[in-house]
């Protein structure tokens, strides 16, 4: 570990702390529809949204409606974004003259499902695919959309606990258009055109020629990048305009936009703890989750670090150096850029997997087995460690309730959280939601080791489904379960060397991510709907206090066992085993 | 859910007009005019023709131009084919291809001696990768000093001048851009 590498973490934490309560008020305005200093501005956009959509500002909507409308909702962001791709060959902005044949069936139905559900899960590579205009009116719609929605859905489930014997959450397109009205679109404007000043293009020109210094040609992809970067880390999707992603310099070109791109990855999800707490009357609880988050993101982002930095013996042994000087980084550099170098890469990684964006300024797959055990980590919490927008708070109330839950368990007392007693059905869908979610990690990672086909199968190549794999050994083990984690966590993120283009992969993450996103939203928005009927208890002498560092060490405690737990014996399997092996020098 | 079908289309089409088109028309518009050359890609252009992008790493494999890392991306630096090798730590292909990558380092680079920078002999992220550390500079002077016939002292102050540190002092790492410095040699320093 490097003093500099140390500080660019330690600063970036401090920078999210920073923007932590002055976003999180100002969203706690927005969505209560009170006046922001933007309302001068923006209220009449909103207002004219409203009208063109025919939607009553004023009308409120139960859990099932609520739940209904985001159905709904999804449904046809699916539908339209399935088809933009299958019929790109008619729109415009399609210098490159993409077609049909780009984007097959099951391909198509992949990236739908994937933008749709914030996984930005990507089985294709941008610059060889789409057209400009998929990824402006199709790709950058979603990704401001499915954000909008995960905060309304935090937002709804805030309303539980909030309100006192109401039959009434909010209403979802409401919030759902103030997120992208009020924050998403003036963040995403700002920040977009700061990256363009760093050097990220913007244009909808052909693909530039180039003849290159020693007389070889090269083609150099253009299209509205930075429009879709802004919102693509703000909205916490993650899905790159080009294959590379993140660590493409038309997409990231310094490590200052680095830095911009982390930031803005978790500024919502942090700003919503504190939105949490001022909504519930009680800023403390939302600090609380605040530092149940940060204590299962600093240990991450220092054991990537240091695991990263610390390189790969193999590597020492081949005559690689591997401790850094002041001419070099050191460290395993492979899959990692020397603009960003070792720490900027791992602390990405770390924040990346840790909220469900999935943009990657580094290859993952490339990793040390305990660097990338880290992202596999962070993505098995159900994305908690302050993950997506919107997502990550709803997903750590869940994982508050079962606290709670346990703790009353222990003590023999009904469990109650922010006053709100905590009964059957709450802990029901909670349950329900993390059993979902780990069967799908599990059971399709285990379905992908021992898939094997027969000649002229039309879902995968004949033979194993292994013969997918760039890796051998555990390493293959690990980028299959990255693969079905990401899905199922809504990430996006992949152990990258997987060929997963093929209708197995793409069905079976598609399904993944579905079950990811509406197995905790469905459940969840029933447990708002039953804890905005419940009264509001004041606090007795036996209420378990939900803002005290006791409550954080058992919330945090709960995710990394009831969470991550079910999940050590893959773990085992994979990146664990790597490790030991790869201090041998073994290789395969 | 039914009576909420109609409002989802018409709010479905929207949010794709507003976030779509008129969110990125909006940005393309002011990126245009406040900062016309990153938008268009930072081309490069000598003699009224571009010759690459500041952004964009190009594959060098003369003896008198920096050569920079080895690239994942197509057959080497294909802007079409972006990515990494996506090899793991233990990939005997990775062993194999960075064993061959040393061997070469080390013959292209007599005068160098010991372990060979990181970045000189792993794959970037990005296939693209516009930059070498400055260790893999320092070491590949003296071959390029040699093939354009002048004193290593001339290329190691051409480093020098084209050595960017971290940003803010504090944030990434030190780096030189391979295609700038390779122009600037030819400018300042010509080939023999």
Known sequence: MTETGFLQIAVYFLAILLVTRPLGAFLAYVFAGRRTFLHPLLRPVE?????????????????TGYAGALLAFSLFSFLVLYLLQRLQGWFPFNPQAFGAGNV??????????????????QAYSGEATLSYFVQMAGLTVQNFASAAAGMAVAIALIRGF???RAGAIGNFWVDLTRATVYVLLPISLVAALFLCSQGVIQNWL????????????????????????????????GGGFFNANSAHPYENPTPLTNFVEMLLIFMIPAGLTYTFGKMVGDTRQGWAIFAAMSILFLPGAFTAYISEQSGNPILAASGVQQSPSNLHPGGNMEGKEVRFGIAASALFATITTGASCGAVNSMHDSYTPIGGLVPIFNMLTNEVIFGGAGAGLYGMLLFAILAVFIAGLMVGRTPEYIGKKIEGKEVKMAMLALIATAASVLLFTGASGVLDLAEGSYINPPGPATGNLNNQGPHGLSEILYAYASGTGNNGSAFAGLNANTPWYNLTIG?????????????????????????????????????????????????????????????????????????????? | ??????????????????????????????????????????LIRKNGRAVGSSLIGQQFTRPEYFHPRPSA????????ASGGSNLGPTSSR??????????????????FSGDVPPDAVLASASGLDPHITPANAEAQAPRVAKARGVEPDRIRALIHRHLEGRDLGLLGEPRINVLVLNLALDETVGSR
């Open chain 1, 47 to 63: 207002r004219l949204i409203y009208r063109l959509s025919g939607i009553r500002e004023d009308a409120e909507q139960r859990w």
């Open chain 1, 104 to 121: 097959t069936p099951d391909l198509a139905f992949n990236t739908a499902v994937s933008f749709m559900t914030n996984t930005d899960w």
């Open chain 1, 162 to 164: 909030a309100c006192e």
């Open chain 1, 206 to 237: 052909p693909y530039a020629q180039v003849q290159t210094l020693e007389g070889g040609t090269q083609i150099i992809p253009q299209g509205p990048v930075a429009s879709q970067e802004a919102i693509k880390e703000l909205g916490t999707n």
């Open chain 1, 511 to 588: 399904l993944a991510m579905l079950i990811g996103r509406f197995f905790i939203i469905v459940p969840l928005l029933a447990a708002a709907g039953s804890l905005a009927g419940k009264r509001r208890l004041p606090a007795s002498s036996g209420t378990l206090p939900t803002h005290g560092p006791l409550f954080v060490t058992l919330l945090a405690g709960t995710v990394v066992i009831v969470g991550a737990l079910a999940f050590f014996p893959a773990l085992s399997l994979g990146p664990i085993v790597e490790h030991f092996l790869m201090h041998e020098m073994r290789v395969f």
């Open chain 2, 1 to 42: 859910m039914r009576q909420q079908l109609i409002p989802a289309l018409r709010m479905t089409l929207v949010l794709t007009v507003a976030t779509g088109l008129v969110y990125p028309a909006l940005v393309t518009g002011l990126a245009q005019i406040l900062f016309r050359d990153q938008a268009n890609g930072s």
């Open chain 2, 73 to 80: 991306a197509g057959r080497g630096y294909d802007p079409l």
């Open chain 2, 94 to 111: 990775l062993t194999v291809r960075v064993r061959e990558s040393v061997r070469r380092y080390r013959a292209e680079n007599p005068q």
